[in-house]
């Protein structure tokens, strides 16, 4: 593991300020002379004379440096660099991921459960050291996995996931977002991420209604579709991705399908750091050493308050 893999950037839009306070910068040491401006305002052969009876002190461009290297420091500062608390361990409920996993004859005979099974693995290893649970799913719900950071026991149980997993037949995706809003609930999560592999079956207003209760909690909710498998049973419902993707929309979360599952794996493998900056958590996990820069930038400004001689 980097070092570098605990640092992070609180506020990284503050990033902005520092090319234009490196502009300003170079502007002021380019316009600035010795005299400043005089030197284009008086005659040549008037300046000459004066320098030459001492009544022109030339001026310094000291200042210009040290207060450009005030604005650097605090623009760096605003940026909020920080590191990983030793003891951020202790908050890992703050930050968790759900996948609910259907588990419907569609996905189970369908000829794309191994596929499911690989994307379900896919999302828990972006999820990095985070707590990550699997919720299953068919005609009921059941946590198949809890919240663990044990990922050999996750590849474990995901490998074992068939058709005959779940014993409950049909397809009632709301159950399992249920059951995985409760489980963040439980576990006091305050950034989570549920992340649903369906085929859109079975998805209607009162899974609509979960997406919208989980969103209210500040949590979000993606959706990775999968299409229709070489064996789909006769009989089955088709693949629905529009009712997926007015799911996901619901839920605040990012669409994905089977093959090409980036936006979702992204938004999960997002830093711990923005996953809490909405909330204002940050601080539990991280410490912010912008205030340490904050006070190297006073060195700088207190040659402005330099007097001469």
């Known amino acids: 593991m980097s070092p570098f893999d605990a640092f992070t950037v609180l506020r990284p839009w503050w990033l902005a300020a520092i090319p234009v306070v490196v502009a300003l910068a170079l502007r002021a040491a380019w316009r600035s002379a010795p005299l400043g401006d005089w030197i284009k305002a008086v005659d040549p052969g008037l300046m000459a004379l004066l320098a030459q009876r001492g009544g022109v002190l030339g001026g310094r461009r000291q200042a210009n440096l040290a207060a450009a290297l005030a604005a650097g420091l605090v623009a760096v500062a605003l940026t909020g660099p920080a590191v990983e608390r030793p003891d951020a361990t202790t908050f890992r ?3 968790a991921t759900v996948v609910v996993v259907d588990l419907s004859r569609s996905i189970a005979e369908g000829g794309r459960l191994k ?4 994307i379900a693995e896919g999302v828990a290893q972006a999820a990095g050291t985070r707590s990550v649970a699997v919720v299953v799913y068919a005609g009921d719900a059941y946590l198949a996995i809890p919240p663990t950071t044990d990922r050999d026991a996750l590849a474990s149980t995901l490998f074992a996931l068939d058709g005959d997993t779940v014993p409950d037949r049909g397809t009632h995706p709301e159950r399992g977002l249920a059951l995985a809003r409760r489980t963040l609930s439980e576990a006091g999560v305050i950034a989570g991420d549920v992340v649903l ?3 859109g079956d079975g ?3 009162a899974a609509a209604r979960e997406a919208a209760a989980i969103r209210a909690k500040g949590w979000a909710l993606s959706g990775v579709f999968v299409p229709a498998g070489p064996g789909l049973p006769a ?4 693949p629905d991705r529009a009712a997926l993707e007015r799911l996901v929309a619901t839920g605040g979360g990012d669409l994905a399908s089977l093959d090409a599952p980036g936006p979702v794996l992204d938004r999960v493998g997002a830093s711990t750091a923005q996953h809490l900056a909405a909330g204002g958590y ?3 996990a991280f410490t912010d050493l912008g205030r340490w820069l904050i006070l190297l930038a006073l060195v700088p400004a207190l040659i402005l308050f330099r007097r001469s001689a």
């Open 203 to 205: 998805i209607g207003d």
């Open 235 to 238: 009989g089955s419902p088709k």
């Open 93 to 95: 409920n703050l930050d």
């Open 282 to 284: 940050t601080v539990l």
């Open 197 to 199: 592999v369906t085929d």
């Open 115 to 118: 596929d499911v099974r690989q």
